[in-house]
């Protein structure tokens, strides 16, 4: 039997479950620059080359390992520009008698695909992607007939199935979670190690080319450009994450200074969400770090938890709840997204830094999208769906499946407290204790009201007042409620006052 292999631009994996099922002296693997994926959302510059180049790099090593390829670059004349009429090209030309093809990560993505057995002149075979440590499958099993689908008890059912920091059935240490270790503020004279970075090949200074000349208009800056793009680079990443920046990870993972977009985070994300890095390499070398006393353990469990913690676990919700889960609005924001969320000209430091630093990087680390970025969006009442569409174009390792239930559950409680327990809505005293971005704003932390007053002061307690009836009842909540309780009418409506001009003046 001779097949079709189709490969998508976020399964550069060597172990994929597709690949594993076929026969290279037979069977032929498909790959396209696609302009329906580069346009569903106009992703940022960098995204798009870091794909294309991960792309092309990939097809070389398969071509190199005796596998035959055909690659559909974006510029070539005969290639078509979304999935079902390459593939049915693809099968005019090959004659399969089946094609393979690892299910995709993105529920668009299959919709379009499950129309395929209805129209191609071959069988279509799907495949798990076992690239993960839960399967969707195992994921709905452990959601049957809870209540709430809390992460943290997730999680602990993966470290007792991986055995990663066990002993036994109990974790190392005594604790599942050192989160409360993990909250340091920057503090002065901190040294932090640069990213890894790469200087482009000739595959990549070719795609850099073909995306400064197709992709202007799009979002964010494409040069410098210095991701890994090919698997032996990602794992140079995470070697060099692992000796030089993982003892500090834990302690300052929620720090930000407006010098140093990057901290000690690991910057694998990119790789991990588009193939060149797998989770399981990713924690098995951070627990042997640990296991070596090259790192402690609130460290490596805080790395180790983001990944088969929160990355499975949003996974597993979005194939769980989709395709209702993308139209929930539980406050039913109605608010557009602000301009300075494209140009950063805004005078609230703390937001023109992230958003300055996502334009240039594609990239800003989880408290910067949640507590700056998510935070402002939360308070500020703006649709999800125009969130869920930026965060979705500015972030290259941004992928329906992790991006949805991230902004829609933990940024925007937009799914009503199916993922998180409360808002993660905050004022400026929180993003002035974890970083250094108050002291040069216009805008002063400490006062509270009044046309000097930081807006999260003022919007946060305006948002608490105008979703009371949804929130008071939340026994998360129940003490600021209380804080709220005590004002007298006049703060109040100095309150509703400022963000009503604030709000007013956003576009």
Known sequence: MKNLILILGDQLSHDLSSLKAADKTVDTVLMAELRSETGYVKHHKKKIALLFS???????????????????????PNTQHDFTATVQQAILSHQPDQLIVTTPGEHRVLQEMMNWENILS???????????FASTDEFE?????????????????????TGLLME?????????NYDSDNRKPPKQGLKIPPPTRFIPDQI?????????????????????????????????????????????????????LADEPFMFHAHIGFYLNCGLLSAKESVNAAEQAYHNGQVPLNAVEGFIRQIIGWREYVRGLYWLKMPDYKQLNYFQATRSLPAFFWTAETDMRCLNICVSDTKKYAYAHHIQRLMVLGNFALLAGLHPDEVNEWYLIVFADAYEWVELPNVSGMVLFADGGLLASKPYAAGGAYIDRMSDYCSSCRYKVKLKNGPDACPFNYLYWDFLLRNREKLNRNPRLGMIYRTLDKMDEEKLELIKSDAAVFLGNLF
């Open 168 to 176: 036994g059935e109990q974790p190392i240490g005594g604790q599942w």
């Open 204 to 256: 990549t200074r070719d795609v850099l080319t073909l995306v400064e000349g197709e992709f202007a208009d799009h979002f964010g800056d494409l040069y410098p450009f210095d991701f890994a793009v090919t698997a032996a680079q990602a794992r140079q990443v995470l070697d060099e994450f692992i000796a030089q920046r993982l003892q500090q990870f834990g302690s300052y993972q929620d720090a930000m």
């Open 54 to 76: 991960a792309m092309r790099h990939f097809a070389e090593e398969l071509r190199a390992d005796g596998w035959q390829v055909d690659y559909r670059q974006f510029s070539d």
């Open 122 to 132: 071959c069988a279509v075979h799907f495949l798990e992607d076992d690239r993960f």
């Open 141 to 161: 099993s452990w959601a049957e007939g809870r209540k709430q689908l809390r992460m943290e008890y997730f999680y602990r059912e993966m470290r007792r199935k």
